[in-house]
Antibody, heavy 127, light 107 residues
């Protein structure tokens, strides 16, 4: 059974870069999309972006200038880098495996759903 | 971005009750709508995808309906383990967006 585990620092200083890693165990990284999301205290979920096993990416425009999501197939991991963090980036960060149903030859929209999630890691931005 | 609005934001119910949660999209999203359950301190769990498809292993008391802009999650007979927060998510276009959540509390 596929499991995901986030890792990284729990405390980051303002203006620095946050780096988190999600390790995938019990399954393959191929043929799936791998997504990062976050949830600020008391708020709803926010999509950060995804990386496909081919390496293609999609980012939330609200964060695009500061986000990089990458995949390391040899380590079966994917990572999130968020630069120039502020207190507004304080949140629980989740990684998730994402199923995308793409009918052959059909243009978007497509069905995306996150079927396996990590437990989440709390990141606080503070000096 | 497509805005997702859930109502109510919270509700109180008793074990055995029928519970209905509504999610409204700011534009037509067809059936590109998923539902998640989240318990305090835990990650969300997928319940329903494509508006009405029940994920394997999810109890049949959960059901989803709707298309276009208006969607519903129904719990037919509320069980003790169902007290949680439920969120909808659209996948019609990126950025994927979520509703603010509906907290189901014990009456």
């Amino acid at each position: 059974q596929v499991q995901l585990q986030e890792s990284g620092p729990g405390l980051v200083k303002p203006s620095e870069t946050l780096t988190l890693t999600c390790t995938v165990s019990g399954g393959s990284i191929s043929s799936y999309y791998w997504t990062w999301l976050r949830q600020s205290p008391g708020k709803g979920l926010e999509y950060i972006g995804y990386v496909y096993y081919s390496g293609s990416t999609n980012y939330n425009p609200s964060l695009k200038s500061r986000v990089t999501i990458s995949l390391d197939t040899s380590k079966i991991q994917f990572s999130l880098r968020l630069s120039s963090v502020t207190a507004a980036d304080t949140a629980v960060y989740y990684c998730a495996r994402t199923i995308v149903v793409v009918p052959p030859g059909m243009p978007p929209p497509y069905y995306y759903y996150m079927d396996v999630w990590g437990k989440g890691t709390t990141v606080t931005v503070s000096s | 971005d497509i805005q997702m609005t859930q109502s109510p934001s919270s509700l109180s119910a008793s074990v055995g009750d029928r519970v209905t949660i509504t999610c409204r999209a700011s534009q037509n999203i067809g059936s590109y709508l998923n539902w998640y359950q989240q318990k305090p301190g835990k990650a969300p769990k997928l319940l329903i995808y494509a508006a009405s498809s029940l994920r394997s292993g999810v109890p049949s008391r959960f059901s989803g309906s709707g298309s276009g802009t208006d969607f519903t999650l129904t719990i037919s007979t509320l069980q003790p383990e169902d007290f949680a927060t439920y969120s909808c998510q659209q996948s019609y276009s990126t950025p994927l967006t979520f509703g603010g959540g509906t907290k189901v509390e014990i009456k």
